[in-house]
């Protein structure tokens, strides 16, 4: 005997209530950490949240991992895109970035250099900004933000605009540009063409005792040149988080960059090729977690 069709309906529609929100608990519980979905809101850099989407500029590289380091640039030569590798030393980085970056027309173009933390948000791209007061931002696009993660996100950025669209005095998240690279020319000094040849090509200087050793075999002029700029860093016996860099080369001044990769570290012209070079010395500051620890000193 079959029963009442009703009760039937009814147990059947309870089960199927049940079972929805049976399904939906447990849908909840595997995406609990998910708060927005790839196509939520979009996620700005560091001041400019506000600005609007710059017309035709384009996303030349964009990238997000872990130990990027944070900056805001321009870069203008191809002395500015090799100083700007130096930011990102890791082989399958810097390389890339050099590579790409130089390829560009950089007489036409200017290139804006973003780099900050987005925490635990995840992204696919990003898009270049404007606002009057704040200058260009970045603002990523494509984002999933998590309420937690094992370790916050480094984002880079770079993008191309006409150069004549940069202006003379650009502004990036607020601030004036930053250099373009991490390494700072903390002292230069000419050579005459006898003395030449007399220090070491290039040594680490560090350390006071270092230096000394640098500076002992050149000529009076250019060991006063150094030690006058140079002096009062090694008042302290500890260099801080920095390491100095002292080499010999030829060029045409003091517009001089250093150039860090996987492989070495060495100066090259800022202003490119030079018709009539003379040797020098310099000495250069970097950032103790720019020197890759595969790194020649010069070469």
Not at 1 to 12: F, N
Not at 104 to 114: G, I, K, N, S, Y
Not at 135 to 156: F, H, I, N
Not at 194 to 215: K, M
Request: a negative charge; glycine letters at 12%; hydrophobic letters at 40%.
């Amino acid at each position: 005997m079959t029963g009442d069709p009703a009760g039937v309906r009814l147990r059947s529609g309870r089960w199927l209530i049940t079972a929805a929100i049976v399904a939906g608990a447990l849908l909840a519980g595997c995406v609990w950490w998910a708060v927005a979905d790839p196509d939520g809101p979009p996620v700005s850099g560091p001041d400019g949240a506000g600005g609007a989407v710059v017309p035709g500029a384009e996303a030349v590289h964009f990238e997000q991992g872990h130990g990027l380091a944070a900056v805001r640039t321009l870069l203008r030569t191809p002395a500015d895109v090799r100083a700007f590798a130096g930011w990102y030393p890791q082989e399958d980085v810097g390389e890339e970035l050099r590579e790409k970056l130089l390829a560009r027309d950089l007489d036409a173009e200017a290139l804006v250099a973003t780099g900050w933390s987005s925490g635990c948000t995840s992204a696919g791209g990003a898009v270049l900004t404007y606002d009057e007061n704040t200058g260009y931002s970045a603002r990523l696009t494509g984002t999933t933000t998590y309420e937690t993660c094992d370790s916050p996100w480094d984002v880079l950025a770079v993008f191309a605009v006409p150069e004549k669209d940069a202006g003379a005095d650009p502004r990036i998240g607020g601030a004036p540009p930053g250099p373009p690279g991490p390494a700072e020319l903390l002292a230069y000094a000419p050579l005459d063409g006898t003395a030449a040849g007399r220090a070491p090509r290039a040594a680490e200087v560090s350390q006071p005792d270092q230096f000394d050793a640098f500076v002992r075999p050149l000529p009076p002029a250019a060991s006063a040149a150094l030690e006058s700029e140079l002096g009062s860093l090694y008042d302290s016996e500890l260099p801080g988080p920095a390491r100095r860099f002292a080499f010999e080369g030829r060029g045409c001044g003091d517009d001089l960059v250093l150039e860090i990769t996987s492989r070495r570290l060495r100066p090259v012209g800022a202003g490119g090729a030079c018709a009539d070079p003379r040797p020098y010395v310099a000495v250069f500051s970097v950032p103790a977690d720019r020197v890759p620890s595969s790194a020649v000193i010069g070469g």
